[in-house]
């Protein structure tokens, strides 16, 4: 099973994108996903992360107000609508996904997601 991101870019502060992500078999389910961010130089970040049943949503402090995460669970897609973008939303975003939902305390955590894409570059110019 292989997690396939898309929609990064470069946009100018201030500025949207839309980030997709969807599991290549539509009947692995991901019970809990996620997306992650790495700047250059830095270790991988927690951005966002939502459940199956999507009533339960994450946010880092850094992003919330500014960025939503949805999911699809037909396609067993997620979504990360960003908006307001800042210079220091630069980084390659990376989806992330679990089949088991990590508890609250470990959402926030890489090592809770077995499954990966490869990663889009967000670049924000000023």
């Known amino acids: 099973v292989q997690l396939q991101a898309s929609g990064g870019g470069l946009v100018q502060a201030g500025g949207s994108l839309r980030l997709s992500c969807a599991t290549s078999?539509?009947?692995?389910?991901?019970?809990?996903m996620a997306w992650f961010r790495q700047a250059p130089e830095k270790e991988r970040e927690f951005v966002a992360a939502?459940?199956?049943?999507?009533?339960?949503?994450y946010y880092a402090d850094s992003v919330k107000g500014r960025f939503t995460i949805s999911r699809d669970n037909a396609k067993n897609a997620v979504y990360l609508q960003m908006n307001n973008l800042k210079l220091e939303d630069t980084a390659v975003y990376y989806c992330?996904?679990?089949?088991?939902?990590?508890?609250?305390?470990?959402?926030?955590?890489?090592?809770?997601?077995?499954?990966w894409g490869q990663g889009t570059q967000v670049t924000v110019s000023s």
């Open positions: 078999e539509r009947t692995f389910t991901m019970d809990g």
């Open positions: 939502v459940r199956r049943r999507g009533s339960n949503i």
């Open positions: 992330a996904g679990s089949p088991t939902a990590p508890i609250t305390s470990a959402v926030r955590s890489p090592q809770s997601y077995g499954y």
